[in-house]
């Protein structure tokens, strides 16, 4: 590919981090000026076709099962100022991103995607519990083994409390969330004074989703979690708002990976729904840095 190739993927199967830090590095390199360009697989989606879910001026997939709910989400939080991508050939998706413009690839989710190289390899894994218990699937959370590693240049832990990791010599970054902010269909800040809450999401760790909530100023009377990547249907959001009218509670609060596929569901006159987003910190950016320099010279040297 002629093109910078940085690839963020994982270990472990779901929920290490991996979109929310393919959004950072996005967002890092439209504020040097140059053109990102994100390449997903788009778990889930409908249409198997090569889609451009953004264009790098505007968003264009208008659903997200032609794109996947990743790919939108990801060109929603970014404006449309990163191209977007879907399609299992990820080389295919790189050749059309060079034609949109693109300088830099990101690839989501893409560790155990061989068939394309790649500049910068970025290993992402959940700092509470890296390995989880060690074993590959099916007996454990492992898509492949730690030996993984020596083929990587970089080590991301991502979650506020440190579990025991693999023994390995990259350099390593720590991140985490940020408090979540809520917002409504309108983009608009919620503001929130104690509101009865039911919160639901389909992620591979609900349990994180639930935990970060607990930081807001409102009384959480349900949590309700779906299997990842749930595809919602109007029958799941009517039982979610007869739940929510059956516990008092007035406000119902998803994901932002959730909110795109469930935004346009109707609910009762009485009960808001809103998404809570989340932007990561870095502890130490230096390891970072110096990796994204060498990025960067390698795009000047294309151009």
């Known amino acids: 590919m002629p093109l910078p190739v940085i690839s963020i993927g994982s270990l472990t199967v779901g929920g290490a981090g991996k979109s929310p830090i393919t959004a950072f590095l996005a967002e890092f390199f439209l504020q040097k000026g140059f053109k990102p360009a994100i390449l997903s697989r788009g778990y889930g989606r409908q249409n198997k076709e090569l889609i451009v879910v953004a264009d790098g001026q505007k968003v264009l997939a208008s659903s997200w099962r032609e794109s996947g709910d990743e790919p939108l989400l990801l060109a929603k939080q970014l404006g449309g100022k990163a191209i977007v991508i879907a399609h299992k050939n990820r080389y295919l998706g790189g050749l059309k991103a060079r034609e949109l413009g ?80 809520i917002y409504l269909a309108n983009g608009e800040l919620l503001p929130l004074n104690g509101q009865k809450t039911l919160a639901f999401c389909g992620l591979a760790r609900p349990a994180g989703f639930f935990a970060s909530l607990n930081e807001l100023n409102i009384e959480l009377m349900e949590r309700v979690a779906f299997a990842d990547h749930h595809p919602y249907s109007p029958s799941d959001m009517a039982a979610i708002c007869q739940k929510a009218l059956s516990s008092g509670a007035s406000l119902l609060i998803t994901s932002a990976k959730d909110w795109v596929k469930v935004a346009g569901f109707p609910c009762p006159p009485d009960i808001t729904l809103a998404y809570a987003a989340t932007d990561i910190i870095i502890s130490d950016e230096a390891p970072l840095d110096s990796e994204l320099d060498k990025i960067i010279s390698l795009i000047r040297t294309e151009k």
């Not at 970089?154 to 940020?178: D, E, F």
Request: proline share 10%.
């Open 102 to 181: 693109a300088d830099v690839l990101l690839l989501d989710d893409g560790a155990q995607h061989r068939a394309l190289s790649r500049d910068l390899d970025i290993i992402v894994l959940p700092a509470e519990a890296p390995l989880g218990n060690g074993y590959l699937l099916p007996a454990g959370p492992l898509r492949e083994s730690p030996k993984r590693l020596k083929t990587a240049n970089l080590l991301w832990l991502h979650g506020m409390a440190t579990g025991n990791l693999p023994a390995h010599n990259l350099p390593t970054v720590r991140s985490a969330y940020k408090k979540p902010k």
